[in-house]
Every structure is written in structure tokens, then in C-alpha cells.
């Protein structure tokens, strides 16, 4: 009788055990993949960061370099055309 209980038990009960460490295995396979994507976004949050303060140090240079040329220094005549006369003069 004793022996028809456990050999019943360990039928049951032996599937069930390699099912839950089959389900174990995966769960921290999933938890590695999530640190490792936690670390990733660590690491682009980061970059996204450096790029930002990049463009703001980049705009201003570019507005101070503007001011620096003054308001009308981009429409003058440029050199190779010499100054304004009338076409046919």
C-alpha cells in the first residue's frame, strides 16, 4: 500500500516539479534580459542627455556668433561683385 502511494505521488507529483523548475529557468532568463535592458536604457538616456546639452551649448554659440556679425552682415554685397552700380554704367 505504501509503495502504490508513493509511486501515485511521484507519477503526479514528477511533472509537476520539472515544470516548475523548467518555469524558474525562464522567469530568470527574463529577469537577466530585463537588467540587461534597464542597463541599455541607462546608457541611452545618458547619451540622449550629452546630445541635449550638446545642442543647447551648439545654439548658443550660433546665436552669440550672429550677434557678433551684426544684424545686416549676411546681406551685404560680397566682394567678387564690387560695389553697387547701375548695369551699363
Do not use: Y
Request: aromatic share 4%; glycine share 8%.
Amino acid at each position: 500500500m505504501v509503495s502504490l502511494i508513493q509511486t501515485t505521488i511521484a507519477t503526479v507529483l514528477g511533472p509537476l516539479v520539472a515544470d516548475q523548475a523548467a518555469l524558474r529557468q525562464t522567469v530568470e532568463r527574463q529577469t537577466d534580459a530585463l537588467r540587461e535592458l534597464e542597463r541599455e536604457n541607462g546608457r541611452q538616456a545618458a547619451e540622449l542627455e550629452r546630445a541635449a546639452s550638446t545642442i543647447v551649448a551648439l545654439g548658443e554659440e550660433n546665436a552669440a556668433l550672429k550677434a557678433s556679425h551684426g544684424p545686416g552682415a549676411w546681406r551685404q554685397t560680397p566682394w567678387w561683385l564690387g560695389p553697387r552700380c547701375p548695369r551699363g554704367a
